[in-house]
């Protein structure tokens, strides 16, 4: 169940990213291809890395009934906080055009929702 809890989790905030993004790249194609690639390479670099981390710690938890909540770590909750609050000051800033931050925000949904799919695999793959 953890699996598919992260996986839902990581998900919707790529889907909500990609939302976001889109509407303030709308008209064009050239900034949403760009923010695609970044994120495909973001995922490589670096989101893989950490939802095989994830992965790896909840097939690892002991309990036959683990917490709602264990999917993922305390310092993984305090990463969330810490971009959630980065992403909405960035966003009432005003500092970035709306284009440029609509690509950005294309590239962090990206890898989100390639892990979220990696998520899901390993919980149908999952024995318990």
Do not use: E, K, N, Q
């Not at 699996?3 to 905030?13: M, N, Q, R, Y």
């Not at 710690?57 to 906080?81: E, K, N, Q, T």
């Amino acid at each position: 169940m953890l699996f598919f809890l992260a996986a839902g989790l990581w998900f919707l905030a790529g889907a909500m990213l990609f939302y976001r993004g889109f509407r303030l790249v709308a008209g064009g194609v050239l900034l949403p291809a760009a923010g695609l690639c970044g994120g495909l390479v973001f995922f490589r670099l670096v989101f893989m890395r950490i939802s095989s981390l994830h992965i790896s710690r909840i097939r690892a938890i002991p309990h036959a009934r683990p917490c709602l909540f264990s999917f993922l770590d305390w310092r993984a909750y305090g990463l969330m906080v810490v971009m959630v609050t980065s992403g909405i000051l960035i966003r009432a800033s005003g500092f970035f055009p709306l284009p440029l931050l609509g690509t950005f925000f294309i590239t962090m949904g990206t890898p989100l929702m390639v892990s979220s799919l990696r998520f899901a695999t390993a919980g149908f793959s999952d024995p318990r």
